[in-house]
């Protein structure tokens, strides 16, 4: 099953075993946004994710799927009063 991009990025983030608040001081972002992104309660702006993908070494292509999908499906979400 795919993962969202905040799943993508906590991984990341675990495997190169870096605290929250690590990670969060490398990307000079509040802890608690970098949080709300890992549990998909805040999608991370464009430039942001540019900046994740330099700090845990991974290519930018691969993040922008994961981040536009995301984006895409909050687009085409069918509210649950229509089901």
Avoid: C, Y
């Avoid at 993508?8 to 983030?13: T, V």
């Avoid at 900046?51 to 691969?62: F, G, I, R, Y």
Wanted: charge should be positive; aromatic fraction near 2%.
């Amino acid at each position: 099953m795919e993962t969202s991009f905040g799943d993508k990025i906590r991984k990341l983030r675990e495997d190169q075993k870096l605290l929250l608040r690590e990670l969060s001081a490398k990307l000079e972002i509040d802890p608690a946004l970098l949080s709300k992104i890992e549990r998909n309660h805040r999608t991370a702006k464009r430039e942001l994710v540019e900046k994740m993908s330099k700090v845990l070494n991974v290519k930018l292509d691969d993040l922008m799927i994961s981040w536009i999908s995301d984006k895409i499906l909050g687009l085409v979400k069918v509210p649950k009063t229509i089901i």
